[in-house]
């Protein structure tokens, strides 16, 4: 992680679960963090658990992955103050429980909003922070389980990811999209898929609790990975699964 040192990582959805925890690992190893994500209050509050000789490194950011003007924003500002992006966290999601067929399609709109369009939206604005001031970056994609299968959990009542599945079957595609279009740009910008199975974060509806669990730290600890690999060496996806895990 040592070429990382004093670059700039942008953590999208770091107000919590798997962001939060991957922001905490960039800042210990010496990365200067942006923290993108609608709750600013519970960011600074992981700001003010740091070592104070870390807090510095910690840059909370209101941002709402979903919209364009909050996004463009967000990376004005990071350009305009640090410069520019070196990585990128795709982390941000959210999942409203039900049915495909009953809900809302405003809350059906939010998770392709939040989940596909803002994936593309904030890699297009870090490419073109890499791109111009020819850097070779890493872009991490937090995948699913569910963007591989689409799971059956036991229980009807957990039958409840509607589009959730969908966009994550995107971000699978999404990612040999961008391996082949950075490949084409000729740069060595670096993209990752990470995909957990099931893991104790906020957005893990009701019931799925009795399920074996990863923890955020798990995840954390799988980009760190990816992130560390020598220039050369690409990790195109990296499953992350808890032990007896039924899918």
């Known amino acids: 992680m040592e070429r990382w040192h004093d670059r700039v990582a942008v953590v999208t959805g770091a107000s919590s679960g798997i962001g939060a925890a991957v922001a905490r690992h960039l800042v210990s190893a010496g990365v200067i963090v942006v923290g993108l994500a609608r709750r600013v209050d519970r960011m600074e509050a992981i700001k003010d658990q740091l070592p104070p000789e870390l807090q510095g490194r910690l840059h909370a950011i209101h941002c709402d992955v979903g919209d364009l003007d909050s996004v463009t924003a967000a990376f004005d500002w990071i350009e305009e103050q640090l410069g520019g992006c070196d990585i990128l966290v795709n982390n941000a999601g959210c999942l409203n429980p039900g049915q495909l067929l009953t809900l809302e399609l405003e809350q059906l709109q939010q998770v392709l909003n939040v989940n596909l369009m803002g994936v593309i939206i904030c890699t297009r604005r870090a490419f073109r922070s890499m791109q111009q001031r020819e850097v070779d970056g890493h872009v991490v994609l937090i995948n699913s389980l569910t963007g591989r299968n689409i799971i059956n959990p036991p229980g ?85 699964k808890p032990l007896g895990e039924p899918f």
């Open 156 to 240: 009807d009542e957990l039958q409840v990811l509607n589009m959730y599945p969908l966009t994550k079957h995107g971000v699978t595609a999404l990612l040999e999209v961008l391996r082949q279009e950075l490949r084409g740009f000729k740069t060595k910008i670096k993209v990752t898929s990470i995909t957990p199975g099931v893991t104790d974060t906020e957005i893990l509806p009701s019931g799925y609790g009795v399920l074996p669990m990863l923890k955020p730290d798990d995840i954390a600890a799988g980009i760190m990975y990816a992130l560390g690999t020598p220039p050369h060496v690409q990790v195109h996806e990296l499953t992350i």
